[in-house]
């Protein structure tokens, strides 16, 4: 699995009606789009949660590459270009995806907490604890749900989570929410995605008794 996410940040003074109108009027061509978990159409507003800027930021949770790479080549993030010139597409290898107690409800806010692991830390003992926190993190009241991703390059965890209302201020980034767009949302795998199959282990070239090869 893959998130991305793109911030359109725009003028103090802008007139966040546009983007919610380009929303009503758009968000639904996604809704049964070949290979996405979920987009979620995520603004922030000068003034609201905490924010100090206005900004524009879809976050997308992918089933594999073939959706997204379909999605940013020659599809409908060619729109974003057209109306906002081409953004900086952060990208993240989801590690777990778990729901929360309101997961069957329609979220309206979302949050994100972005962590990065010391250069000192165990990455797996590190993300065990993230995913643990991030379990936590959804079992409080008015969960729908939450994914946890990595950056291997720059080694920055993030936490992003659905509400059913409000996201929590442990959440440092709050969005709201104008539509969301989830055609296989049931499909997305759920729990921890970093253990290596013993059987993928084995068929590694210079292996031996499923001992781990060496790069």
Do not use: C
Request: hydrophobic share 35%; no cysteine.
């Amino acid at each position: 699995m893959h998130a991305m996410q793109y911030e359109i940040t725009l003028p103090a003074d802008y007139d966040m009606g546009i983007i919610r109108e380009r929303v009503a009027t758009r968000g639904h061509l996604l809704d049964d789009f070949g290979g996405l978990g979920l987009k979620v159409y995520g603004i922030r507003e000068r003034g609201v949660d905490g924010s100090t800027l206005n900004q524009y930021s879809p976050f997308y949770l992918w089933h594999d590459e073939a959706g997204m790479n379909a999605f940013l080549f020659g599809g409908p993030f060619n729109g974003i270009v057209e109306s906002f010139g081409r953004p900086a597409v952060q990208h993240w290898t989801v590690l777990g995806f778990e729901e929360g107690p309101a997961f069957g409800t329609p979220p309206v806010a979302a949050g994100k907490h972005v962590v990065s692991i010391p250069a000192e830390a165990d990455p797996v003992a590190f993300l065990g604890e993230a995913l643990d926190g991030l379990r936590e993190h959804l079992q409080q009241d008015g969960a729908h749900s939450g994914a946890l991703a990595v950056d291997p390059r720059t080694w920055q965890v993030v936490r992003y989570s659905l509400w059913r209302d409000e996201a929590p201020e442990s959440d440092e980034v709050r969005y709201r929410i104008l539509h969301l767009s989830s055609p296989h949302l049931e499909e997305l795998r759920r729990g921890r995605q970093w253990d290596q199959p013993s059987s993928a282990a084995n068929s590694v070239p210079g292996s031996a008794s499923g001992e781990p090869a060496g790069h």
